[in-house]
Each structure stands twice: as C-alpha cells, then as structure tokens.
C-alpha cells in the first residue's frame, strides 16, 4: 500500500507547500484567491476524468453498474455545485466602507427617510418576543415604527405591544403563511405611514442600534431593492451545545453568511435569508409583494426583484442577533423546509427554467441551490450504505485499488478542503462541518425528492425557539438509525471481511478500500449517535461575555469592579481584593453601576477571593439590560473555529467529560 502512495509525493508536497504558503495570503486578494480556484477546478477535473473513465463497473454486471453510475451522478451533482461556488468566488465584495459613510453622514440628522420595522411572530413565548421589541424599539434611528404581527391572535401580546408603544397587527385568517403575514401589513402600512421602506425581522431577532444608519443609505441607488445583513445567533445551535463547542465552533451557517454571500453580491445575486432585511416598498409592490408560491419566501423574493431589474445587495456584519436551533428535531425540520422550497422554486415562473430576465449566472446560481438539497443529503445517505452493499451483497460500486483511489482523489480533495478553509477565514472544521449533513440527510433526502418527484410539501411550520429542558434527551429516531448502521458495519469489517476468498469478492472491488470507507462510516455514525443524546439547556437566559468595568454602589462607597459575563438576570463580577473585600459583600443588597445601563439594584449571591455572582431585583431596569445585551456587540459562542480545541472537546464529550 505504501508503494501505492508514492505517485501521491509531488501533489503532496505541493498542498504542503500551499499549507504553508496560505496562512500569509489573504483571501479578499481576488489573485492569490483565482490561481487557487485554478488549481482546485485543475484537481477536480483530473479526478473526474479518471474516475468516470476507469472506475465504472462493467454492464455485464447491472446491479454493480447501476449503483456505480448513482454514486457517479450524486458525484458529479456535488461537484457541479462546487464549481459554482468556486465561480461565484471569482468576486467578493466588501460593502463595509460604504456604511460606514453612509453612518457618518446620517448620524445626527433628523430628516431620514420613514422605515417600519416589521416582526411577524406566531407561536413566540413572550420572553423570545420581549427582546426583539425591545431591541427594534431602541433601534438608533429618528423616524421608524415598529410593527407586530401576530399571526396567532393573542390579546395578550397586543395589550403589551401598547404597554410598550409599538404597533400591533393581526389579520383574520394565515393565509400564505409568512409571506401572507407581511403582505397584510404592507397594506395595512401603506395607509398609515407609506414608509418607503421596510425592515423584516424574525421574532427572535434582535438588531444593533445602527442597523438602519448604515443599512438605508445604499438606497440612494434606485437599482437596489433590498439590503440583506448576516444571521449571528447569541445561543449555541444542537451541535455546539450537545458537544460543548460553544467557545471553539462557530455554527454552520457563518460558511453561507460569511464567506459565500459576499461572493453573492460581487456578481449582484446575494439572497434575502428572510430576518434581518431593509427593503424598498416601491420594488416589493412592483412585484406583487412578498412570495407566497413557495414555503421558502426569502431566496423566491431575490429573484422575483432581481427578475424585476432590480439589485440585492449584501452588507456583511454582524447588525443583528437571534436564537438558533435547539434542538435536533427543530434542525432538522428547518433544514427540511428550507431544501423543499428550493426545490418548489424551480417550478415557478421566475425560477431557472422560466421564461424571465434572469441571466444564465443567475439562472445557475438559482440552479445550485436546489441541486445542493438534491445531491448533498442524498449523498451522504448513500455514502453510508455503499460499503454495506460491499460487505452483504457483493454489489462494488467502485472497480479500483485504494492506492489508485488515493491517487487522484486525495489531491482533489484535499485543495478543495484547503480552499474552503482559506476562504472561509476557518469557519470550515472537517468532519465537524460535515457531521450536521448525515444528522439531516435521512429526512431532508425523502423530502426534497418527493417534492420534485412527486410535487410533495409540508404545512409551513415555524421553527420552535427558546426551549428548555432539565435533562438529558435522546432522539431516539436519529439515535437508532445510526446505531443499525454503526452495528451492521462493525459485523460487516470483523465478520464479513474475513471470509473473503483470496481477499476479495470474487466479481472484483478491493477490500482495502471499502474497510478505509467503512472506518470512515463508524467515526461518522459514532457522532451523530453522541450528538443524539442531547444534553439539558438549564440557563434560561443566555450569558454573555461583557468584560467591561462597572462600579458597586454600596454604603456610600464606589467600588470598582469589572464585569465579566452577564446575563438578563446577573452577572459575575472580578475584582481586586486589595480594593474590594468580598466578604463585605455576601448577602449585601447594592446598585451596580454598568455602562449604558445606569444604577441598577442588585443582590450579591456568592462572593469570595476576586469574584463575586450578582442578581439582579425586581427594581433593577429590565429594558435597558435586555436591550444592552441583546442589541450590543457581546458572544455567548465562538465566532472563530478552532479546530485543535474543537476537536479536543468533542474527545471530552465522548469520555463524559464535562465544562
């Protein structure tokens, strides 16, 4: 095997020279980036010539043949949506500097143009709702309103929508869903304020003070339509949580918000993600409001005004903060909506194959999308189950040896992976990334293909947010589905390899290469059965890092103190002792003093050596510290992968270790 591996040297050395080389490149340097997409698209190409010219079993064979060529085409669907991401990398643009004119020139004044903030909510509890008032109500702007609409109907939440002076909304019936929801109110709307625009934001979203300062100013060009900013998230998503990621992983999503949307608008193509939008009411109603044709309104809104004449532009910075997933359940069945109106976008007139004004870019862009939710959990269900056709019905989808294999896919893949993690700026950590993929993929592959086969959806469903739970879950579906897998390939390697005649099957297929597959297949199936024991959310509120000084007012006495980490509730406090003594501080009743908030009334719970655990009272001002956490710049997760650490605290998860 190792003779095998020795054409690999000079593709190795040459990825190790680029390993090297990399760290010192940046990536928003549009050549050092094109020569690199080069060499990927270069690698690619020399895998696919081989593999489609030498690996395909005979037809005298069909079963073996027939698989074969699937696994061929899920292939070739994959690499066809990399390479278009590879295309769409071609262009990057960095709208930053634009804002931040656009800022300075409108801070201050008080003639900005009118902007109603709409929030359409359905089932929120009130303390997911609270916030994202809170927030839109504090936004730093001098001519808005805030607008909630509520498609459930509570008089409840219109009583505190006035106890808070925002505008309350509701209409009759949920006809289309989300998009119905905020067509009503821009009707509604335009009798009353005829804002010309409208910022969208989910109910569990909650914007910075200067979303509108630095968004509404790239308005002054008439071509653009809508102005979308990036999804951030204050609580860690399934994944991070079940494996106690949260200060080493960033969740999946800042790959497509980070990296690829910016690509996006450097060829005027970024997508609407649904939350966290301005757009101009004169281009919505030119195209007949929001989309109701599809379950997915947001990426059907970009085409639909790009198909008008109209430009999506994209401002990549964190403008706002909302609650992700929690739950595998409530993951999975995202993901499942998301790629099922993809898929029913492309049925509809302003998709790829309608007669529109898209060009071929646009509609190639529009195609991937949908061929992503095609080809990817699809691919890795049958990358789970290939070895096992091997193993148990002598079906080898593969005619090659696994030192001609590594030969040419490794190079490929490896610049590939290289290339993502470059660009991303390390947003990418292999296998971690991968993982939410398989969780998925046995219920977002039925789905998406029912829908282009069979013309099958789901009822619109809004994902559940901020629950809590007191012990461990097990979701039992996910967990036993990997487990039948993890247990027939463990049987399949210690049983079944062995009694190979000659050391293989006798219709051919080496081995070699399916145990490495099958190996591959356990460490997979192992993790996705840990991260299916879900581990208890017990914080009610989430905890940010603060890490800013404040003052205790106590007997008469300022006491500088610095806060460390901060929650709705309290905060944790750090201290010289030579200055404060902590135990003149237990059980004490005081004001804190913090930044932006103002004397707020406490009670110190814990206190000892330099720190101290504070709790805020009833008379402390909610509002403020609600609108301080969630509409500032403060992480509860990473904001950049480590992978040595990330990897280490999926090692502890595993061993029941815990933070």
Not at 28 to 41: C, D, H, K, N, Q
Not at 646 to 653: H, I, S
Request: hydrophobic share 45%.
């Amino acid at each position: 095997m190792i003779e095998a591996l020795i054409p690999m040297l000079p593709a190795l050395v040459l990825l190790a020279g680029a390993a090297l080389l990399l760290p010192m490149l940046k990536p928003s340097s549009p050549w050092p980036r094109r020569i690199f997409i080069l060499i990927v698209a270069g690698l690619s190409l020399r895998y696919f010539h081989w593999r489609i010219s030498t690996t395909l079993p005979p037809t005298s064979q069909p079963l073996d043949f027939g698989f074969g060529l699937l696994f061929l085409a899920l292939e070739l669907m994959l690499a066809f949506s990399t390479c278009i991401c590879l295309l769409t990398f071609w262009h990057i643009r960095n709208n930053t500097p634009q804002a931040d004119a656009y800022e300075a020139r409108h801070r201050g004044r008080r003639d900005l143009p009118k902007v109603d903030v709409f929030i359409p909510t359905y089932n929120e509890s009130w303390e997911v709702l609270e916030r994202s008032i809170l927030g839109a109500r504090a936004l730093d702007y001098p001519n808005f309103s805030v607008w909630v609409l509520d498609d459930t109907r509570r008089d409840w939440l219109r009583d505190k929508c006035a106890a808070l002076g925002v505008r309350y909304l509701r209409r009759p019936d949920n006809k289309g869903a989300k998009a119905g929801n905020l067509n009503h109110a821009l009707g509604i709307s335009k009798q009353e304020t005829d804002a010309p625009f409208i910022m969208v934001l989910d109910a569990d979203f909650v914007p910075r003070g200067n979303f509108l300062l630095r968004a509404v100013g790239f308005f002054d060009d008439p071509k653009i339509a809508l102005v979308q900013t990036p999804q951030f998230f204050f609580n860690p998503n399934m994944l991070q949580h079940n494996f106690m990621l949260s200060d080493s992983w960033v969740d999946e999503q800042r790959f497509f918000f980070d990296t690829l949307q910016p690509a996006k608008d450097g060829w005027d193509v970024a997508y609407c993600c649904g939350t966290s939008f301005v757009a101009r009411r004169a281009a919505i109603e030119a195209i007949g409001g929001y989309p109701t044709e599809t379950i997915t309104e947001d990426i059907l809104l970009s085409f639909k005004l790009i198909d008008a004449g109209y430009i999506t532009r994209y401002l990549n910075e964190k403008l706002s903060n909302g609650l992700a997933p929690e739950t595998i359940n409530e993951y999975i069945g995202q993901r499942t909506r998301w790629g099922i109106g993809a898929i029913q976008s492309l049925f509809v007139q302003v998709g790829p194959f309608g007669r529109n004004n898209l060009g071929p870019l646009q509609r190639l862009l529009f195609l991937e999308t949908a061929n992503y939710w095609l080809s990817l959990p699809t691919f890795c269900l049958f990358s789970l189950f290939a070895p096992l056709l091997y193993w148990y019905g002598g079906i080898s989808i593969l005619r090659t040896e696994i030192g001609d294999y590594a030969y040419f896919f490794t190079p490929a893949f490896l610049s590939s992976t290289a290339f993502f993690i470059w660009v991303s700026g390390g947003r990418i950590v292999p296998i971690l990334t991968d993982l939410t993929e398989f969780v998925c993929a046995s219920r977002v592959a039925p789905a998406v293909w029912s829908a282009l086969l069979l013309r099958k959806t789901q009822v619109f469903r809004v994902t559940a947010k901020g629950l809590l739970t007191d012990r461990i879950m097990v979701n039992w579906p996910v967990f036993l589905q990997a487990g039948t897998l993890f247990v027939l390939t463990i049987l399949a390697i210690l049983v079944l390899r062995a009694s190979l005649v000659d050391g293989r099957l006798a219709d051919g297929g080496d081995p070699a290469l399916y145990t490495f597959w099958s190996c591959w297949n356990l460490l997979i199936l192992a993790l996705v059965m840990l991260l299916a024991v879900e581990r208890p959310r017990l914080r009610r509120e989430e905890r940010f890092n603060v890490n800013e000084p404040a003052s205790l007012l106590w007997n008469g006495e300022r006491l500088p103190v610095q806060v460390e980490d901060m929650s709705v509730s309290g905060a944790r406090l750090i201290f010289d002792p030579a200055q404060v003594q902590a135990e003149t501080l237990r059980d004490a009743e005081l004001a804190i003093d913090i930044l932006g908030i103002g004397p707020a009334a406490a009670l110190i719970t814990d206190a000892g050596g330099n720190h101290a655990h504070l709790r805020f009272t009833a008379a402390a001002p909610r509002e403020a510290i609600i609108t301080k956490l969630y509409a500032g710049d403060y992480a509860s997760v990473a904001n950049q992968s480590t992978i040595g650490t990330a990897l280490g605290d999926v090692f502890k998860r595993a061993f029941g270790f815990s933070k």
